[in-house]
């Protein structure tokens, strides 16, 4: 090899790799959007029949209710929580 082609080699190979990861089409970022079942409020209550006259049936379905309500309260409203930070904090990053 001759002296000009050591130096030419190198160059273009540069310029190749440099020019090869260049774009000229803009790039659109987008955050996920949330599944929709996630941003929902949360359920309702289970209801008991309104002739349930025993006692230890209200108190079940009470505590029942009372528990499944706060975990679920806890899980959506903190993934929301995270979710909008998150969206914030990617929106913000321009």
Not at 58 to 74: F, Q, V
């Amino acid at each position: 090899m001759t002296r000009p082609n050591k130096v030419l080699l190198p160059i273009i190979f540069i310029v190749t790799l440099i020019s090869a990861c260049s774009t000229t089409v803009p790039v659109a970022r987008r955050f996920p959007e949330a599944p929709e079942v996630l941003m929902q409020p949360v359920p309702d209550l289970r209801a008991i029949p309104p002739d349930t006259s025993e006692l230890s049936v209200l108190i079940d379905n009470a505590n029942e209710n009372y528990t499944s309500y706060r975990i679920l309260k806890e899980k959506y409203q903190a993934w929301q929580q995270w979710y909008r930070e998150q969206k914030d904090n990617f929106d913000s990053v321009k």
